[in-house]
C-alpha cells in the first residue's frame, strides 16, 4: 500500500513538473485552450480576422473561413500588396499569388495571376476541381475566366502613380518593414494602412486547421517573380495532426528553408509556436548572416490545441488574434535582431 501511495505521490509531482515547464513556453493562448480560434499576419489582419469569425463562430468549416478572411484584404484597394490595387511588378503588370490548404492535406495554388481580384479562390477551385496543386500565369487565369471569375484591372490610379514614381530612379530593392510602411508619409506604422502579404490559419470548433495565403508580390518586382506565398510548405504549411504556419517578408529566403514546412514539422517535434517560428527564422540567419541583417521575414503559427507564436528577424512585424474573448487582438511579435 505504501508503494503505491509513493507512485501515486511521485507521479502527481512528475505531472506538475511537467506542466510548469510546458507553462514557461506557453503562448498567450495556452492557458485558455480557445477554440474556434483565427489568426493572421499584420494589423490588418483585424479586419480579415472578423469576417473569418462570421464563418467560425457559426460552427463553420476553418477552410471556408480562412477563404472569407483573406477576400477581405484582396478587396481592399487601400491595401497596396494584397489583390487588386497591388503595386505592379516593374513592367506595369499587378500579378497575383496565392495559395490554400485544408485539414485534408488538400492544396491548390496560383501564381502571377493578373486580372482576378480574388486569387484566394482560385486557388480554392484549383484544388478542388483539377489533378494539379498549382496554376500559374495565362493558364490561371484561363481557369478562372472558364469558372466564372471576370476579367477586371487590377492596377488602380493610386497603384500607377506609385510606380510612375518608382520608374524615376528604377531601383529594385526589398523595403525593410514595408509591411508597416507606405509612400505616403502620413500614414505612419501601426495605423489602419499598413499592409503586406496576409497569411491566415484557423482552428474551427470541430478542432480541424486550413490557412490560407495571399498577396500581390513585392512592389516592382520583375517581370515574372514568383515568391514564397503560393509555394505549399514556404508560404504556408497545414498538418491537422499537428498544426499550420505561415510566413510574411522576403520570399525568396522563405524558400531556401521551405520555411512553413519546417516550423510545423518543429512543432510536431514538440516545440511551442513561438519557439518554432524562432528556430527557423534562426536558419535564415545562419545560412545568409549579413542577408538577414537587410531584410524582413516572419513566421506565424497555430498548434492543434489552439497555442499560437510568431518570430522574426526584424522589430515591427505584428499579428492579429480573433476568438470568441476578443475580435480585434492585436500582438508585436518578437524578433531576432535589436531595433534600429
Known amino acids: 500500500m505504501g508503494s503505491r501511495r509513493q507512485f501515486i505521490k511521485q507521479s502527481f509531482v512528475g505531472a506538475v513538473a511537467a506542466s510548469s515547464i510546458g507553462d ?3 503562448s498567450p493562448a495556452a492557458a485558455t485552450g480557445i477554440r474556434p480560434i483565427v489568426i493572421s499576419t499584420w494589423d490588418f489582419g483585424v479586419a480579415a480576422n472578423q469576417a473569418a469569425w462570421k464563418v467560425l463562430q457559426t460552427n463553420g468549416r476553418a477552410l471556408d473561413a480562412v477563404e472569407q478572411g483573406v477576400k ?29 490548404m485544408d485539414e485534408l492535406g488538400n492544396c491548390g495554388s496560383v501564381a502571377a495571376l493578373e486580372h482576378v481580384t480574388h486569387a484566394i479562390s482560385v486557388a480554392r477551385l484549383v484544388m478542388e476541381k483539377t489533378p494539379h496543386v498549382m496554376l500559374v500565369g495565362e493558364g490561371a487565369l484561363q481557369f478562372a475566366l472558364e469558372n466564372g471569375f471576370e476579367r477586371e484591372n487590377l492596377l ?6 506609385a510606380w510612375k514614381e518608382w520608374l ?28 503586406d502579404t496576409i497569411g491566415m490559419l484557423a482552428l474551427d470548433a470541430q478542432g480541424n486547421l ?8 513585392m512592389a516592382f518586382k520583375m517581370r515574372g517573380r514568383v ?50 517560428c524562432k528556430e527557423a527564422v534562426e536558419r535564415i540567419v545562419k545560412k545568409k548572416p549579413a542577408t538577414a541583417k537587410e531584410i524582413q521575414v ?11 507564436g510568431s518570430y522574426a528577424l526584424q522589430s515591427g512585424f505584428t499579428y492579429a488574434v480573433c ?6 487582438l492585436i500582438i508585436k511579435g518578437k524578433h531576432i535582431f535589436p531595433a534600429g
Open 168 to 195: 524615376k530612379e528604377k531601383q529594385y530593392k526589398p523595403i525593410m518593414n514595408i509591411e508597416n510602411k507606405s509612400f505616403n508619409t502620413e500614414r505612419l506604422p501601426g495605423n489602419q494602412y499598413n499592409h
Open 156 to 161: 488602380i490610379p493610386s497603384s500607377e502613380k
Open 298 to 308: 516572419g513566421f506565424l503559427a497555430l498548434n492543434k490545441k489552439g497555442e499560437y
Open 72 to 100: 477581405v484584404a484582396e478587396a481592399d484597394l487601400s491595401n497596396p500588396t494584397v489583390g487588386k490595387g497591388g503595386y505592379p511588378d516593374r513592367d506595369g503588370h499587378v500579378t497575383l499569388d496565392a495559395c490554400i
Open 323 to 328: 476568438h470568441k474573448e476578443r475580435q480585434d
Open 210 to 217: 486550413s490557412g490560407a495565403c495571399t498577396t500581390s508580390g
Open 24 to 26: 514557461l513556453f506557453a
Open 227 to 276: 515568391g514564397d506565398s503560393p509555394i505549399i510548405g514556404a508560404g504556408l504549411y497545414v498538418d491537422n495532426e499537428v498544426g499550420g504556419a505561415t510566413s510574411t517578408g522576403v520570399g525568396e529566403e522563405v524558400i531556401r528553408t521551405v520555411g512553413s514546412f519546417l516550423v510545423v514539422e518543429l512543432m510536431r517535434q514538440g516545440y511551442p509556436p513561438e519557439e518554432a
